[in-house]
Nanobody, 122 residues
Framework: QVQLVESGGGLVQTGDSLRLSCAAS??????MGWFRQAPGKEREFVSA????????RYADSVKGRFTISRDNVKNMLYLQMNSLKPEDTAVYYC?????????????????WGRGTQVTVSS
């Protein structure tokens, strides 16, 4: 049974950093990614990474501030978030799929975690 479990969220101030983690079990996934959903808004793409880590994609809103990485030995996915802004406040979800394509569309991912809350105060 596939399971994705996020951790590392919390309440921080503008300009602070957080590192999100996602522990994957029950399978191996070529593509993994992070999405987020703020209250009253649709789920949006944040970042995704290929199996090797050589391929990455970022939403324009987080480029230069967030870094995605993965450790395939430990079956872990990470999102290093720096220079956080209040508009980054959302529930962050880990997503995974066996496709080799790095999708930004959430409906292309078959496996999801339950999310971790990130709140950035101004």
């Amino acid at each position: 049974q596939v399971q994705l479990v996020e951790s590392g969220g919390g309440l921080v101030q503008t300009g602070d950093s957080l590192r999100l983690s996602c522990a994957a079990s029950g399978g191996s996934f070529n593509t993994m990614g992070w999405f987020r959903q703020a209250p009253g808004k649709e789920r949006e793409f944040v970042s995704a990474i290929s199996w090797s880590g050589g391929g990455t994609r970022y939403a324009d809103s987080v480029k230069g501030r967030f870094t995605i990485s993965r450790d395939n030995v430990k079956n872990m996915l990470y999102l290093q978030m720096n220079s956080l802004k209040p508009e980054d406040t959302a529930v962050y979800y880990c997503a995974a799929d066996r496709s080799r394509l790095i999708y930004s569309d959430y409906d292309q991912y078959n496996y999801w975690g339950r999310g971790t809350q990130v709140t950035v105060s101004s």
